[in-house]
């Protein structure tokens, strides 16, 4: 089974912030980032392709390599397959005062 990670802000107790992490937040703290692209549809390519409509920031680990980031429901949502994944997990909720959550 693999692992996921949700970047949320549904635990935090502050008054005062958003519990919801906005897409448009996203859209500014991944446009300051180069190996990142937006995107409304991501396509899985194998022996057969599947395509996906929603919100997803595309990480760019290395040439071979995407990774998507997927924003739903007001948090951020990523694969944890890839252990390299795990640092840029932490410096985005970082980033967005946000928790991560393993499930």
């Known amino acids: ?3 996921r990670y949700r970047i949320t802000r549904a635990f935090q107790e502050n008054g005062n912030s958003a519990k919801t992490i906005s897409l448009e937040e996203c859209k500014q703290i991944f446009s300051s980032k180069a ?3 937006y ?3 991501f396509t899985v390519k ?3 392709s599947m395509s996906i409509e ?3 920031f595309i990480w760019s680990y290395d040439e071979d390599t995407q990774i998507p980031f997927r924003h739903y429901d007001g948090d951020l ?3 944890g397959t890839n252990k ?3 640092p840029v997990v932490i410096e985005v909720a ?3 005062e946000a928790d991560v959550q393993e499930e």
Request: aromatic content about 12%.
């Open 46 to 48: 194998g022996s057969t």
């Open 94 to 96: 970082s980033e967005l």
């Open 84 to 86: 390299v994944v795990i």
């Open 77 to 79: 949502y990523v694969s």
């Open 39 to 41: 995107t409304s549809v």
């Open 35 to 37: 190996d990142f692209t």
């Open 54 to 56: 929603g919100d997803f």
């Open 1 to 3: 089974m693999s692992q």
